[in-house]
């Protein structure tokens, strides 16, 4: 009977449960459907606790939906101590023993990277094995790199997942689901009220279920330090851990910041090239990005100052470093989540002034985006319209967007449109 015990436990519909399932659907599942329909192997990664397991239950709802038998439906995650001294493959061999489906076989394999030598086991299972349909969650983005891109060539395709974002809060908390201009204006109060929240607490799903503040702050600080710790240091097996966690800090603390590796390496007393591998290492799970200054050549990119950016504002507020400027840090870091998530590609421009971000998709540069708590401030405003102008000047653009706490204007300068939206507003796509 060795793993059968955790093998019902993970995959309660074999019992014929009814409400194992309680959560929201997501606004990238049909996207996901649509990839889960290829033959390659699914893989989906993002930061620790973002919903990556939810949505291979969202899968799992949707297959057993459209007909598919429950027995032929394996779930394992791999942090479970159960599966510690087992192999992929022989799990999958007794699971068949065990349950017997007939037909096609839906195989979904969470945290993957917990188990040794895991790489080969799929690749083994892929090639051999017909009418199998697996998915693979992990909090890194190396999931696909390096020993793990060469073993599975050809056989993967990616998905990465964030915490909500705010649309998607707005969904879940019934606020709006129509999201025309009409109506996000006459829920404009309970909008905001939620934006303002969201701004500080961010949008982990178990974070936004929270209506305790301090026991969201108190969860912020449980993913924090399990992400430095189970995800990074035991991983990639740091020793110098404080110097490690000085330099997550510092750079949380300086999120959207302007930073340099060699300046940064003196003040923290680490090694150029240590601190460059933790700076990857943070980003590899997804907790920290950096951003480079736009130019068409690379050397330029790479040795210009970087901006830090974090994945999710919650952290920003439960575990760096307060200061007065926070609010309009808030709202740049709030802007950048918003462009990932989107899939876009952003940079900072800097001339003799800077612009916050510049988006490419493909080849071309398609917008100019400023972000400012408040233009009401004579010297503050000239100084975010003289960045921005200069950036759309650079790469021609005709129209820009200025983005605020609560301010809204159309300002027609130099033959140019530039849009000053309030930051919830241009969120909810609108």
């Known amino acids: 009977m060795i793993y059968y015990d955790a093998f019902v436990f993970w995959n309660p519909w074999w019992a014929g449960e009814k409400d194992w399932l309680k959560a929201h659907e997501r606004d990238d599942l049909l996207s996901l459907k649509q990839l889960f329909g290829r033959k390659e192997i699914l893989t989906i990664s993002g930061v620790r606790r973002s919903g990556k397991t939810t949505m291979l239950h969202l899968l799992i709802k949707l297959l057993m939906k459209e007909g598919a038998p429950a027995r032929n439906i394996l779930h394992l995650n791999f942090e479970d101590p159960a599966f510690k001294d087992a192999s992929l493959y022989d799990l999958y061999e007794k699971y068949l023993a065990f349950m017997n489906p007939s037909g096609k076989v839906y195989l979904f394999l969470d945290e993957v990277q917990e188990m040794e030598g895991w790489q080969k086991d799929l690749r083994k299972l892929y090639d051999g094995v017909r009418g199998l349909k697996i998915v693979v969650t992990g909090s890194n983005s190396s999931l696909l790199k390096g020993e793990y891109a060469t073993l599975l060539t050809g056989r993967t395709i990616p998905h990465e997942v964030y915490p909500f974002s705010f649309q998607e809060i707005v969904k879940h908390r019934g606020i709006l689901t129509d999201f025309s201009l009409p109506a996000i204006i006459s829920r404009k109060a309970k909008i905001r009220h939620a934006f303002s929240e969201y701004l500080l607490y961010g949008g982990f799903p178990e974070v936004v279920n929270e209506e305790n503040i301090k026991l969201k702050s108190a969860l912020l600080k449980e993913y924090y330090n399990g992400i430095l710790t189970r995800d990074v240091i035991r991983r990639y097996a740091i020793r110098r851990t404080k110097q490690y966690e000085k330099a997550a800090h510092f750079l949380m603390s300086n999120a959207t910041a302007l930073f340099s590796v060699k300046n940064l390496s003196g003040l923290l007393d680490v090694n150029m090239h240590t601190l460059e591998e933790y ?152």
């Not at 000047?393 to 967007?401: A, N, Q, V």
């Not at 130099?414 to 309030?422: F, T």
Request: glycine share 8%.
């Open 279 to 430: 700076i990857g290492y943070l980003e590899d799970v997804y907790l920290l990005f950096g951003v480079n200054h736009f130019s068409y050549s690379l050397k330029k990119q790479i040795t210009y100052p970087r901006k830090a950016y974090c994945v999710d504002n919650g952290f920003i507020t439960a575990v760096s470093f307060k200061f007065s400027e926070d609010a309009g840090r808030l709202l740049e870091n709030a802007v950048f989540a918003a462009l990932k998530i989107r899939g876009l590609e952003c940079y900072y421009w800097k001339g003799k002034r800077e612009c916050d971000f510049i988006v490419k998709e493909g080849k071309f540069v398609r917008n100019a985006i400023q972000v400012s708590y408040s233009l009401k401030d004579a010297g503050t405003r000239k100084r975010e319209l003289e960045g921005l102008l200069e950036a759309m000047r650079e790469f021609k653009l005709k129209k820009g967007t200025i983005l605020t706490h609560d301010e809204s204007e159309d300002i027609a300068i130099e033959g140019k449109k530039i849009d000053v939206v309030p930051v919830w507003q241009w969120l909810l796509g609108s």
